[in-house]
């Protein structure tokens, strides 16, 4: 049973050319959204022929592909290589354009305990704990991730129906119990490094992400 929204609606959208690191480039149209629950400035990005996916899926056909990616700045901005998040964010970029659909840019740094909080527990980390047991060791949940505002945007844009990009299940799990229809998960790559194999085995084992690590030892 789904848990009702309180409503959002679209305050400004531009054009935005993006280009990534690697010359990768698509023009995106970006959505500012007022009324969303946890009153942060979460963004979302229509990339390829968004309109026509859109309006496809209203017509019964395959829905838009959907990405809700939560910020990163060290990895995103800076490529840093302890996670995956960056490479993630350059596939779905990529992968959307191509299909249609929306990247929703959630503003929940560190699995939504915030920058400095989520550096604390990388010197944790570093000291031996593995990235769930440094949040918990800080006094937060291994994951505060909360797509509620996800939902919103969706609901926002006239999306109810996706395919979801992503190897986590919770995505999927909380986006439905808030109304919106997930048809299917699409996973993404796996982006190994002797950096990040840990955290990658950590996200496999403790949080049921879907990835295939043939290289990594639990």
Known sequence: MSEPLPPATV???????LRFPDG???DARVFTFDGLADGREHLAFGL????????????????PLVRPHSECLTGDVFGSQRCDCGPQLREAAERISDRGGFL??????????????????????????????ANEALGHRPDERDYTVAAQ????????????????????????????????????????????AG????KAS??????????VRD
């Open 199 to 202: 955290y990658l085995a950590t």
């Open 11 to 17: 305050r400004t959208q531009v054009t935005v050319p």
């Open 104 to 133: 929703l840019y959630l503003r929940q740094e560190g699995r939504g305990i915030g920058l400095y909080a989520k550096l604390d527990a990388y010197a944790l980390q570093d000291a031996g704990l593995d990235t769930y047991e």
């Open 153 to 196: 945007m969706l609901a926002a844009l006239g999306v109810p129906r996706i395919a979801l990009l992503s190897n986590n299940p919770d995505k999927a799990a909380q986006l439905r119990r808030h109304g919106v229809t997930v048809t299917g998960r699409v996973g993404t790559g796996v982006y190994l490094s002797p950096a990040n």
């Open 48 to 63: 390829g022929d968004w309109p026509g996916a859109r309006d496809r899926s209203a017509a019964g056909g395959a829905p």
């Open 24 to 26: 990768y480039a698509t």
């Open 206 to 215: 403790r949080g049921a992400h879907a990835l295939d690590l043939p290289l």
